[in-house]
Nanobody, 116 residues
Framework: QVQLVESGGGLVQPGGSLTLSCAASGRILSRNTMGWYRRTSGKQRILVATVRSDGDTVYGDSVVGRFTISRDRAKNTVFLQMNDLKPEDTAVYFC??????????WGQGTQVTVSS
């Protein structure tokens, strides 16, 4: 089993910044992908960004150039730096870890609200 603990959500004004963190513990394989998805009310979770254990990153189209994903492999932690936030970024953000063995895990989610 894998446990994911997210932190860093909150309320921010448009144009502001937030950093999300997610610490993983448990059965974490050396090759894996960690990342973030988000869900707005009544909709499916969509990709925000992912980073593989080899460093490759993937970003959702709506966040390219504004969000940056990074990870600390030694601490099994992934970060999401979010800049120039917009009201449409308001969502619940979920951390995920894929162990490349057919199993993926999800955190509880953290709310990000962008509003003036």
């Amino acid at each position: 089993q894998v446990q994911l603990v997210e932190s860093g959500g909150g309320l921010v004004q448009p144009g502001g910044s937030l950093t999300l963190s997610c610490a993983a513990s448990g059965r974490i394989l050396s090759r894996n992908t960690m990342g973030w998805y988000r869900r707005t009310s009544g909709k499916q979770r969509i990709l925000v960004a992912t980073v593989r254990s080899d460093g490759d990153t993937v970003y959702g189209d709506s966040v390219v150039g504004r969000f940056t994903i990074s990870r600390d492999r030694a601490k099994n932690t992934v970060f999401l730096q979010m800049n120039d936030l917009k009201p449409e970024d308001t969502a619940v953000y979920f951390c995920t870890l894929d162990n490349w063995d057919g199993r993926d895990y999800w955190g509880q989610g953290t709310q990000v609200t962008v509003s003036s």
